[in-house]
């Protein structure tokens, strides 16, 4: 929970709807008028100055003052990563508009309610349809306040208090409906089923936000109608119900609303028991392909080092120079597929003594990390591993191992570096496959050093940076979010040794 002076501190986003979007947008208009048209029969006499009154409270009680929740599993915004819309609680936001509903009527009150949505999708849902869903909700409320339906039902919805809390789950429901068909970025291709992800897992905070406002409005709207009783609603004489008047609107009210129920419900659990069988289905193929790739990792690592090590010891290597030297790395080379190239470097001066293949001298140069490594050499290390970039962009990243080479009084005299390409090597191609095959699923892997730079992506087009999301020394699956804003679920498989 983070307290917040004021929304103008952000920038005014206020999104247009999709074009999906504006289809629904001009039917929510139509039904708010047809709703005005109806609820004419409940309006006051226009009071010109209470309602000046509360179009000028309405900057100052919906911008300033107020608090934002945050969640760990909240989403940002589709295609435009931000803070999650919705989430600030404007302390006295609802007062002005909720007073007019009771005082004014509901033409006033759509007005003001549609002039706050208008600051609020622009300053914190980012979203046209905020206008239309506070100017329903302050019509709303304004026809249960002027009411006069004599059954106790109707007469609890009178109460200014009871009235507010029950607009909460119809903004639980214009925000879902607005992630749907509001187009935040660029990017017009995000499915639906993103942003219903989106949409439910930020109508938590978004829903406690919004009643705390209505918890708020609805206690100042209460002590209103308390205070001035004679300005509060309407005071026409009670009529019987609709219940009361037909049996067949009773009927298809209860049914109506226990079928809705149950709808809702199976929604629900259905919505959860597939998405739960569709993660575990998902984490099952995440963790074979990962567990599948690092196995052949400690292979690939040791085996190019015992085969480093066994060239290392071949005594020629300490006395052979010029072309006789190259032909001994440049046979080990062709007659084992593994490495593509073989450095021979005075452990002195690192002056190069052979190189294979010979076309590669004019380009070579050592990495920083196999710079240190000679001087990690002529101290005892005699066996190093590092990972170093690749050659040229079109390629993938490489291995370089390094072995000391000593005489008989185990002086480090040179220094024989193998280096192999990960999209080459025979016994990473299982590897490389499994992280390829990420991207069937529409997503993508890598393979990170020991020091998290990812030294292989499945993306082509992504560059080999630093890795910064979990890391921990066993195998997890969480959640994160992707660079689209979009719900992104990663297993992280580490690799000992």
């Known amino acids: 929970m983070e307290f917040i002076l004021t929304l103008l ?97 509901p033409i006033p009150a759509a007005l003001l309610g549609a002039f706050a949505g208008l600051l609020r999708g622009a300053w914190d849902s980012y979203s046209l349809f905020s206008i239309l869903e506070l100017a329903f909700l ?5 026809i249960n306040m002027r009411q006069r339906y004599r059954t106790r039902a109707y007469t609890l919805l009178r109460q200014p208090l009871v009235g507010a809390l029950l607009l909460i789950p119809f903004h639980t429901f214009f925000y879902v409906l607005s992630a749907l068909f509001t187009q935040w970025g660029a990017d017009v291709s995000i499915p639906i089923t993103a942003r219903l992800d989106f949409a439910l897992s930020n109508a938590g905070i978004v829903t406690l936000a919004f009643a705390g406002e209505m918890l708020i409005g609805g206690l100042v709207a209460q002590i209103i109608s308390v205070a001035f009783p004679a300005r509060w609603g309407s005071k026409q004489a009670l009529q019987p119900s609709p219940g009361e008047k037909s049996l067949e609107s009773r009927f298809l009210f209860a049914v109506g609303a226990f079928i809705l129920m149950l709808l809702l419900t199976l929604l629900i659990g259905d919505w959860y028991v597939a998405g739960k069988a569709a993660r575990e289905l998902l984490q099952d193929r995440l963790s074979s392909a990962g567990e599948s790739a690092s196995q052949s990792v400690p292979f690939f690592l040791e085996t190019g080092q015992n085969l480093a090590v066994q060239l290392a010891s071949d005594p020629r290597l300490l006395e052979s120079s010029g072309e006789e030297l190259r032909s001994i790395i440049a046979s080990r080379i062709q007659a084992v597929p593994y490495f593509d190239q073989f450095i021979v470097l005075d452990a002195n001066n690192k002056d190069v003594l052979a190189i294979y293949p010979p076309s590669d001298a004019n380009t070579f140069r050592l990495y920083p990390d196999e710079d240190s490594g000679i001087f990690l050499a002529t101290n005892g290390v005699l066996t190093q591993t590092y990972s170093i970039p690749p050659s040229t962009l079109e390629e993938s990243s490489r291995v370089s191992f390094m072995v000391a080479i000593v005489d008989s009084t185990n002086q480090v005299k040179r220094i024989l570096i193998g280096r192999t390409t990960l999209e080459s090597n025979p016994l990473t191609l299982p590897l490389i496959g499994s992280l390829n095959n990420m991207n069937d699923l529409g997503g993508t892997g890598m393979l990170l050093n020991e020091n998290n730079r990812v030294i292989y992506h499945s993306d082509k087009t992504q560059s080999l940076s630093t890795y910064n999301g979990q890391q921990g020394s066993e195998a997890f699956f969480y959640d994160d979010t992707a660079p689209n804003g979009t719900r992104e679920m990663v297993y992280y498989q580490p690799v000992f040794g």
């Open 138 to 142: 302050a019509t709303w409320f304004s």
């Open 9 to 105: 501190a952000g920038i005014p986003f206020p999104a247009p709807p999709t074009l999906a979007g504006w289809v629904v947008w001009v039917l929510l208009l139509g039904a708010l008028t047809y709703a005005l048209v109806r609820g004419n029969a409940y309006q006051a006499p226009m009071s010109w100055g209470l309602f000046i009154l509360f179009f000028i409270l309405i900057p100052a009680t919906t911008l300033f003052i107020g608090l934002r929740f945050a969640s760990a599993s909240a989403r940002p915004l589709p295609g435009l990563p931000a803070d999650a819309p919705g989430s600030a609680m404007m302390v006295f936001s609802a007062i002005p508009w909720l007073l007019g509903g009771g005082l004014l009527g």
